[in-house]
């Protein structure tokens, strides 16, 4: 089975992708030394300190709390998250790691002392200070390599001046202890009268192999292995913004009260007070959600088989590694065997200039020979993932073209090293990926099938009464569904709101009048609503409307407005099989007959969708728009887009169309737009917003006013349209991203993706896959099923059943009646809507889904009809309860 992420993505945040010229006079600029690079001038920043993504929970937790000086209530969370997690009585909050080494040096640690440890990362702190720090590190042992050998310690323990025994758990990041090992070390150094000190920052990745490796610990949750390891230490210290994915902050905890006083009264001195440690208030809330969080089974297991992935195809492809907990740990004197000086650098220039991935040494020079490309946790896809894998191996292959860097100075760090360069002649590496990184998640349900039988069930078998809390993937729609991006929270957080003018409204046409080259620009709460002031304004009773197929709520209010829609899209749209490739075109033959028939004027404008819904998201080409636009103007008929879904059918252009495969989608946008006089949206969709929508006007000023005078009475202010200022905000930066051209690719090829998927697997889809969802095509999927026995209904009901995966029913059901025979309508398409919310899933999602899918279409024979239970008048598919026919 495919496994994917055990959460969505909530939050992102873009990507920046220089080019090599770019990355070329950068890399000159920081004298070769890619520690001075920002995280911007590099397109992966492989390093998991303080860059993991979060979740929803500890994002909100950010602005919980007091930020009291003294006796915060955020330190109360995290005293009860410590002791509720870790186990340790105590908890003394440090500003980071260091501050928790600090204060173990300033109370443990006399003069002259040493500190045996099966690390040696903390050299650069023990060695400027004095502090004797003997390797105790079991250098035989071959899984759990971060073991101590017993019989060193113990002569250590006899022979020196020992402070205390200090444990890493993954020491180095690199070698993990077994429980056994650590257990051994508590009763040894007890024995002697010492403490075992542990930093604990990587903790779940050593619970996680001792969970694998130990005997006897498979069964056990990786919760009570952490809790096993945190009460075998005397003293319990982690860094905050590695394991419990908080961007800074430390603890340091025990059960000795006597040692936590210590702690106390040092902690004034360096750090700030034992209720807050050098911490803001809403690090202790982030930090105490993400402990508690942090031994989340299924994630824990998520991260690790990304890292194991990660390194897999590494090795597999020969490049020479050590194992890392969070990544892999490149071995750069292996890599450039010729190559004498300064490999390590040498590698992370040349991997920078390969292909914008910054992975980089840190600390003392000369501590070791490795470059650790460790992975932010929960931060990246494994698409992602696999492509800076290949960037490595890409790198691997043209080792001998790279000279190695030449130092100008020389320092005692890392930071502090300079150098001279010949750059070598590489082949360069392009990302062809999601272009973000994922900022925050949000935990999603994972049901078992008695469960979800339940569920859909008491939902009536209808997809739309399910509760989004039993859903695993949800794509039910794309409307609304969309993860904005950290810019777009930026400006929500910066509003200045108003109920009348407002920085954000200003914003939002400018930007729209530049993205559409419309001057009247109308926002309003969403789609629909936008829909009916259109309506209400353009068609008079009795007028025809032809259109490029009905979308139900377009179609009710032109019908509410009195007019009749007549669907005149071309006829390949009704043909689940045909590939024409665009489907979503008007067929200007029926067009000119209605007309001719008619009479222009009784023909109050053409509904011109975008990327055709109801049509399986099929784009309509840049000529069609044009003979449209150019005959509805010969005979004084405006043409009105439906341009919800304008970046995608943009995209769709840009690809198909050879004349504008170097056209950018913003420049396709314009031109489109050119061939219409107004158009609403549903700003749910492409603008990238949870709510929103759109009317506009070319130049009309007279229908520009009408529809101002409604939005008054119907919405709210001409500058809002009904909408929170914040939203606005949101919805201007929206649809300049929606406008990326890295952005809209992946977006459009993830639903291709999906669709390759499905088709390979021979399931029944519509062809070719539109922009925004894959339609399963439910009469040749259940082709034993009369359509009066509802097949799409009852394919979503069982998607979900099989997968956790929320579908929609487009078909029969949501056709509705024929009022006048009362019969169901039997349209010609009976489909399931495999929608694909904006940003949120990865493609690992959409393989587990082409593979539910699949095991459902393996039982198809089994899977019988439905029956009304329940049935409102109108728009019947949304609160419709049904029953398993027998
Ligand atoms: C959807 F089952 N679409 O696809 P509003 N035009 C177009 C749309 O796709 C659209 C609207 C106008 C939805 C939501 C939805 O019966 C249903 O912002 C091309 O939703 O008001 C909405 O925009 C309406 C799903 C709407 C439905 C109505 O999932």
Redesign the pocket.
């Known amino acids: 089975m495919v496994v994917h992420e055990p959460h969505k993505i909530k939050t992102v945040r873009p990507l920046s992708f220089p080019t090599l010229e770019e990355r070329k006079k950068l890399l000159s600029q920081v004298r070769f030394n890619v520690w001075h690079l920002t995280p911007t001038q590099a397109s992966f920043d492989m390093c998991s300190l303080g860059t993991n993504a979060m979740s929803q929970e500890q994002l909100s937790g950010q602005l919980i709390g007091d930020e009291a000086y003294a006796g915060s209530r955020n330190f109360e969370t995290l005293e009860v998250s410590v002791r509720g997690v870790l186990g340790h009585e105590y908890v003394c909050p440090t500003h980071n790691v260091l501050g928790c080494v600090k204060l173990v040096t300033a109370t443990m640690i006399p003069a002259g002392s040493a500190v045996p440890s099966n690390a040696r990362s903390r050299a650069d702190v023990f060695v400027p200070l004095g502090v004797g720090y003997p390797d105790v590190r079991d250098a035989k042992e071959q899984v759990f390599t971060g073991n101590v050998d017993l019989e060193r310690l113990e002569e250590i323990l006899k022979g020196q001046n020992v402070a205390f025994v200090g444990l890493q758990a993954f020491a180095d990041g690199q070698h993990p202890f077994s429980l056994k090992n650590l257990r051994t070390v508590r009763a040894l150094a007890e024995r002697h009268g010492k403490k075992v000190v542990c930093d604990g920052s990587r903790i779940i990745e050593n619970a996680w192999h001792i969970q694998r490796h130990e005997q006897g610990q498979a069964d056990r949750p990786v919760a009570e292995i952490v809790r096993q390891i945190v009460k075998t230490t005397d003293v319990f210290q982690m860094d905050g913004a590695q394991d419990p994915k908080s961007n800074t902050g430390g603890i340091l905890t025990t059960d000795h009260p006597d040692i936590h006083e210590k702690f106390m009264n040092e902690v004034v001195v360096y750090e700030g007070l034992h209720t807050y440690g050098g911490m803001a208030g809403r690090t202790m809330e982030v930090l105490a959600r993400g402990l508690a969080e942090m031994c989340d089974e299924a994630e824990v297991h998520w991260v690790m088989s990304q890292t194991e992935r990660f390194t897999g195809r590494l090795r597999e492809a020969g490049v020479p590694l050590e194992r890392g907990c969070d990544g892999a740990y490149i071995r750069a004197d292996e890599f450039f065997p010729q190559i004498d000086k300064n490999q390590q650098d040498t590698f992370s220039a040349a991997l920078y200039l390969l292909s914008g991935v910054r992975a980089t040494a840190s600390g003392l020079v000369n501590r070791n020979r490795l470059v650790p490309v460790q992975i932010p946790r929960l931060a990246l896809t494994n698409e992602q993932l696999d492509a800076i894998a290949d960037a490595i191996i890409c790198l691997h292959g043209q080792r001998d073209a790279v000279q190695g860097l030449r130092s100008l100075s020389e320092g005692k760090w890392r930071d502090q090293q300079a150098y001279n360069w010949v750059f070598p002649d590489l082949a360069p590496f392009a990302f062809e990926t999601f272009p973000y990184e994922i900022h925050t998640i949000e935990r999603v349900a994972v049901l078992t099938r008695g469960q979800r039988e339940k569920a859909i069930r008491e939902a009536g078998y209808n997809t739309f009464l399910l509760r989004s809390a039993d859903v695993t993937i949800d794509l ?5 569904t969309s993860a904005m991006s950290t810019d777009q929270w930026a400006l929500y957080d910066g509003v200045r709101a108003s109920a009348s003018g407002s920085d954000e409204h200003h914003r939002l046409v400018a930007v729209l009048r530049d993205m559409l080259g419309y001057e009247h620009i109308i926002p309003t709460h ?4 936008a ?1 009916h002031i259109m309506s209400q304004i353009m068609i008079k009773k009795g007028q025809w409307v032809p259109g490029n197929m009905y ?4 179609k009710l209010h032109q019908e509410l407005a009195g007019g009749i829609f007549i669907d005149v899209i071309v006829d390949e749209a009704h043909d689940t099989r045909s590939d024409f490739p665009w489907k979503g075109n008007i067929d200007l033959g029926k067009l000119k007959k209605l007309i001719d028939e008619k009479g222009a004027g009784s023909v109050a404008y053409v509904s011109f ?1 975008h990327s055709v ?1 109801m049509a399986g998201g099929q784009p309509v080409s840049m000529d069609n728009m044009k003979d449209v636009y150019t005959y509805c103007r010969s005979v004084g008929i405006p043409v009105f887009f ?1 341009a ?2 304008l970046a995608e059918n943009a995209y769709m252009i840009q690809k198909k169309d050879p004349r504008y495969r170097g056209v950018t989608v913003r420049d396709i946008i314009r031109e489109m737009m050119l061939y219409g006089d107004g158009c ?1 949206v ?4 492409d603008f990238l917003i949870n709510i929103g ?1 759109l009317l506009a006007f070319r130049d009309n000023r007279q229908w520009a006013e009408e529809a101002e005078e409604l939005l008054r009475i119907y919405e709210g202010s001409i500058s809002d349209g009904g909408l929170a200022t914040a939203d606005l905000a949101a919805m201007a930066r929206g649809i300049e991203e929606m406008a990326d051209d890295r952005y809209i690719r992946w977006r459009v090829e993830q639903t291709q993706y999906l669709g390759r998927l499905l088709t390979d697997l021979d399931v029944p889809i519509v062809t070719p896959p539109g922009t925004h969802a894959i339609f399963l095509d439910a009469k040749r999927f259940l082709p034993h099923l009369d359509q009066d026995e509802f097949p799409a209904q009852r394919l979503a009901a069982e998607i979900f059943v099989e997968t956790g995966v929320r579908a ?1 029913e487009r078909g029969n059901v ?1 056709k509705g009646r024929n009022p006048e025979t009362g019969e169901n309508y039997r349209p010609a398409l009976e489909l399931v809507r495999l ?1 694909i919310p904006r940003r949120v899933y990865t493609n690992d999602h959409m393989a587990a889904v082409a593979e539910g899918v699949k095991r459902v279409y393996d039982r198809r024979k089994e899977i019988k009809g439905l029956k009304f239970a329940y049935e409102p008048a109108k ?1 019947r ?2 609160q419709g309860r049904f029953e398993l026919l027998q």
């Open positions: 039910l729609t794309d409307s609304g969403q789609g629909r609503a829909e979308f139900t709520t377009t969708e819904n439906d919800t879904r609403t549903s700003g749910k969709k929508g929609m949501s929608t728009l598919f949304f």
